[in-house]
């Protein structure tokens, strides 16, 4: 009894900032103002009304319909459906991690840069082949330590988080203190006019809204919390609200801040790369403490990916493979070594990851748009995990005398299914418009045809693979007498 007291310990302003931490990054006001300027603020209140907001409370009523499954996407599929979508659900949370592993030692160098050098040069003058190896050395090391179980990496983890809170912190102090700092000259013009913040919807605009839907995604890591939420029913979505208005006032405060930096009309290329370094030397400049919160920032970054780097080649194949049915997975891959690693799975992965670290190099010309390629690979790949939450909750909404739940976000069940079908539909949109890549084309066409070529093979072969394990394991398992 006391135990289950104990468990609903917490409020609305708990799951509101556990939410905020899971979810938000100041990377994602920088990235989204590089594709649109400060017509993004309109961006951002769009995406939380017809996306974020409907999205956290759809996981809300999983996370409280399923208490026994610890919020995993892959465990609500079995449940609603079948083992087969189980395991496409579960192989897609994995593999959509490949180009998130790709770009972190990219993120490495270019915080080391800013640490040492204190501009961001480096991604200006380097050799996209020259980076790429030093990519590639740096990603293979890290699968070298996280096969040892370096136990560490997990605690620099926990001390980075807290860290880039802080940093995070900082950006919207920033953001508020803007408007007041009155000796400095602001690069937007116009910045009064509302016609600044209206965007222009045409192709170019829906070809950048997939990185809004990467931005506010993952909040299905939340789920688990509800049923630890007092009063449930109107607590939970009080704080997802809450969050909601978080997320908004910082995305919003954080762009106009970059616009008094940049010049919303003439974005620099290397703004996804270098903008949270400039916006810091900026704010240190300001407060006259120099580079100080340049360094402390590049040193939060560094540390925060590194340990990414190692968590996201472990966690992500633990989930795939801990709950492994052997007629999907190859019996092979579940190989461990003496310290419990899936070494196999391991060697999978590092396979993976270095052809997408050396492959792109081979034709896109320019570190900064390999760079800039790969942030925007992430955005259209990534969503597609959140693709198995949307179809988890419109089989849930149609079996709603089926799974009760303390929490309920809609009680109808074709209101519940249509929601779910918008926000899947939005999600695909956004993904495949994401494809088109963001550089001119009439700059340099053949970069611009690779682009979009990588654009659309990725995420097909990412997924094929997925398709062609269940073949293997039935081949293999059977003949080893695996059940």
């Known amino acids: 009894m006391s135990d289950a007291k104990n468990a609903k310990t917490f409020r609305w302003w708990n799951i509101a900032l556990l939410g905020f931490t899971t979810v938000w990054g100041l990377n994602n006001v920088i990235n989204n103002f590089a594709n649109q300027g400060l017509a993004v603020v309109t961006s951002w209140i769009l995406i939380m009304i017809l996306y974020f907001v409907p999205y956290t409370l759809m996981v809300g009523q999983l996370g409280s319909a399923f208490q026994e499954a610890g919020g995993g996407v892959s465990s609500w599929i079995r449940t609603l459906s079948n083992n087969k979508l189980a395991y496409f659900a579960a192989w897609t949370y994995w593999v959509v991690h490949v180009p998130y592993l790709a770009q972190k030692p990219q993120i490495i160098m270019v915080s080391l840069s800013w640490l040492f050098k204190g501009n961001g040069s480096f991604i200006k003058e380097s050799s996209p082949f020259i980076v790429q190896g030093l990519s590639l050395i740096i990603f293979l090391a890290f699968v070298w330590l996280a096969s040892k179980g370096a136990a560490t990496l997990n605690n620099i983890g926990s001390i980075a988080g807290v860290a880039m809170f802080t ?40 070809t950048t809204i ?55 009309n003439h974005i620099p290329a290397d703004l996804m790369a270098n903008g949270a370094y400039q916006a810091f030397q900026f704010l240190g400049q300001s407060f006259h403490v120099g580079n100080l919160f340049v360094w402390a920032f590049a040193i939060t970054n560094t540390l925060a990916s590194a340990a990414a780097l190692a968590i996201s080649i472990d966690a992500p194949l633990r989930m795939l493979l801990g709950d492994a049915d052997s007629r999907y997975i190859p019996k092979s891959l579940l190989k461990k070594n003496k310290r419990g690693i899936a070494i196999n799975g391991y060697k999978m992965t590092a396979i993976l990851v270095s052809i997408l670290i050396v492959v792109p190099a081979l034709g896109i010309n320019g570190m900064n748009d390999l760079y800039n390629w790969l942030l925007n690979l992430n955005s259209i790949v990534m969503p597609m995990r959140y693709l198995w939450v949307f179809l988890a909750f419109m089989l849930l909404s149609m079996n709603l005398d089926k799974y009760k739940s303390d929490y309920m976000f809609v009680k109808n069940k074709y209101i519940g299914f249509g929601l779910g079908l918008w926000t899947f539909f939005l999600t695909a949109f956004a993904c495949i418009m994401g494809m088109v890549p963001k550089m001119n084309m009439a700059q340099d066409p053949s970069s611009w045809w690779f682009q979009l070529a990588l654009n659309i093979i990725t995420p097909i072969a990412l997924i094929a693979l997925g398709l062609i394990l269940p073949a293997i394991a039935k081949r293999t398992n059977e003949v080893e007498d695996i059940k």
């Open 167 to 206: 940093m995070s912190m900082l950006f919207i102090i920033l953001g508020v203190s803007a408007p007041f700092i009155t000796h400095v000259q602001i690069a937007t013009p116009n910045m009064t006019d509302i016609h600044t913040y209206i965007p222009k919807f045409d192709l170019q605009y829906f």
């Open 210 to 264: 997939s990185m809004l839907v990467f931005a506010v995604g993952g909040s299905e890591k939340i789920s688990p919390y509800v049923n630890k939420t007092k009063n449930a029913s109107k607590e939970f979505p009080l704080g997802m609200i809450i969050l909601a208005v978080m997320v908004a006032v910082s995305a919003v405060l954080g762009s106009f801040a970059i616009g008094m930096i940049v010049n919303s």
